[in-house]
């Protein structure tokens, strides 16, 4: 492609008009912008130069001009990288709230996600890393009701989780105190690929005249089969409301921020570096948004992700620097909370 200085900053320039206010950038107000010793005549040819190549668009009712979908990814991939700064008042803000966070990783997730939200004014998700050889560590079974327990669980990496089981009888503290050394001794560091349906009917039998305890322990079995298994949080569903132009994604926005399963497809980024996804890379449901993701690494060469969800115009100069350094501290939280 063809991209000389001159074009590459009208094209940078353009970005940036359109992030501010989204109304498509005339030559005029382009002239304003870039101070350079060239007419507006010719930044009008520069323009439906670009515009020829793919990279800008002309809305049928505007003079103006707006980045496609390809234009934003020129953009991204060849004139920003390394070239946003973070404020040292936005990285004071990020570390304070990272200070006040508890080390438990799914709340670390949560937290970070409600944070990175606040901060950019879009909705943010957040994943804990995923570990297919994480196992619980120990099991606690507390009595919520006179017929229910709930069953804690503590991983081997940390992680916490609880569910809620009933029975059919009555419980007693000698039920709890005996369901409880039985799941420890039975279940504790045991690899979810050992609990298959056979050793689920041994585990039953194993509780002998204690039939009734066992809704308990097939709760601590799914709780073993869960663990691991990268969590998703979201943030900011609201903020979707603040920009017009993704009112026709606005359903398909909401659908995916409520499917947990599509989203760990999505935001995914292959490898470590930055990624942004729009366009043919998203779904038919979602026009005009965009996904940028960033991995983190967790320790023991577990990785989780962090994510912004937001019209295509958002100003990637100031978003991107945000996502990187949320993800880097995250890593090291992470890191923290597993040792």
């Not at 920009?243 to 399963?261: A, F, I, M």
Request: aromatic share 6%; net charge neutral; with cysteine.
């Amino acid at each position: 492609m063809d991209m000389d200085e001159r074009k590459r900053r009208i094209l940078a320039a353009i970005v940036a008009l359109y992030a501010q206010d989204g109304e498509p950038v005339g030559s005029n107000l382009l002239c304003n912008y870039l101070n350079m010793a060239v007419s507006s005549a010719t930044l009008r040819n520069e323009m439906a130069t670009l515009t020829r190549l793919g990279l800008l668009e002309q809305p049928h009712t505007s003079a103006g001009r707006v980045p496609s979908t390809e234009g934003y990814r020129y953009y991204i991939e060849n004139l920003i990288e390394g070239k946003g700064d973070l404020k040292q008042a936005d990285r004071r803000r990020i570390d304070e709230a990272f200070s006040g966070f508890d080390f438990d990783p799914e709340r670390l997730a949560k937290g970070a996600a409600k944070e990175l939200s606040a901060m950019t004014g879009y909705p943010a998700v957040a994943m804990t890393p995923k570990s297919d050889d994480v196992k619980v560590a120990y099991f606690n079974v507390i009595q919520t009701g006179r017929f229910s327990a709930a069953v804690l669980s503590v991983s081997s990496v940390g992680g916490v989780a609880t569910r809620v089981a009933a029975i059919e009888r009555p419980l007693t503290a000698q039920d709890i105190e005996t369901v409880t050394n039985y799941l420890n001794r039975t279940l504790a560091f045991v690899s979810k690929e050992d609990v298959s349906p056979l050793a689920q009917n041994l585990l039953r039998e194993g509780l002998a005249d204690q039939q009734a305890l066992w809704p308990i322990v097939k709760a601590a079995v799914t709780l073993l089969q869960g663990a691991g298994r990268s969590k998703v949080f979201v943030a900011g569903q609201d903020k979707l409301l603040n920009w017009p132009e993704l009112e026709p994604s606005l359903r398909g926005c909401l659908k995916l921020l409520g499917n947990t399963d599509q989203l760990r497809q999505i935001v995914a980024p292959p490898g470590m570096r930055t990624a942004v996804l729009m366009g043919d890379e998203l779904s038919e449901e979602l026009p005009g948004v965009a996904i940028a993701a960033k991995r983190y690494l967790a320790g023991g060469g577990r990785s989780g992700t962090i994510a912004l969800l937001g019209p295509s115009r958002m100003p990637y100069l100031t978003v991107l620097p945000k996502l990187e350094y949320f993800a880097e501290k995250l890593g090291r939280a992470m890191t923290r909370a597993e040792k």
